[in-house]
């Protein structure tokens, strides 16, 4: 087994926490991982990327070419890194941030849309939108178990920001649940 992702989107969205979070999770699950943080010239609001590489097997390179996984937040993001998917790969997109739309331009694959700013935003807490766009891409996958990504919480939360941990948790699930009720109809095929 090897899964393959690519995260991205905007500075600022918490890209590169959510993808260090997914390996947190995969090494806590017993697979070996790569994390590879994409750092360019971009200020918040630019874009932002990192990969994460889960395999029951050792890894030869962090380097991703062909995802067979994605996470998007943003359009443009969308429009860099859907091309390269996997035909059967799996996106996980921000439909707040996304027209559903775009996905017809690339058949054979499956795309789950979640309102990732919206469960954010009822949770009170809308810069955690990350959390609930990972909690769908794990609920979709099934690469890691839940459990394991809300106990790495703990360790990578920096103590200054540990009142967070349990908004993290809360939105992280509700995407979970989210994608769990609505990802049969939310593929595009």
Request: charged residues 20%; glycine residues 8%.
């Amino acid at each position: 087994m090897k899964f393959e992702v690519i995260l991205a989107g905007f500075g600022g969205q918490g890209i590169l926490f959510a993808g260090n979070l997914l390996a947190q999770a995969g090494m806590e699950s017993g697979l070996q991982v790569t994390f590879l943080p994409v750092y360019g010239p971009e200020m918040r609001g630019g874009t932002c990327n990192c990969t994460v590489v889960l395999s029951d097997r050792p890894i030869a390179s962090p380097v991703v070419r062909r995802p067979s996984a994605l996470l998007i937040m943003n359009r443009p993001s969308f429009e860099k890194f859907v091309p390269w998917l996997k035909p059967r790969g799996l996106a996980v997109v921000n439909s707040d941030l996304v027209p559903q739309e775009l996905a017809r331009d690339f058949p054979g694959r499956r795309f789950v849309f979640v309102p990732a700013d919206r469960l954010a935003e009822e949770e009170g807490f809308p810069a955690l939108a990350n959390m609930a766009a990972l909690g769908a891409l794990v609920a979709v996958s099934g690469i890691v178990p839940p459990e394991k990504v809300l106990s790495g919480l703990k360790s990578l939360l920096p103590e200054h920001r540990r009142h967070l941990l349990a908004p993290n948790r809360r939105v992280f699930r509700r995407g979970y649940a989210f994608a769990l009720k609505n990802s049969s109809t939310a593929s595009a095929k």
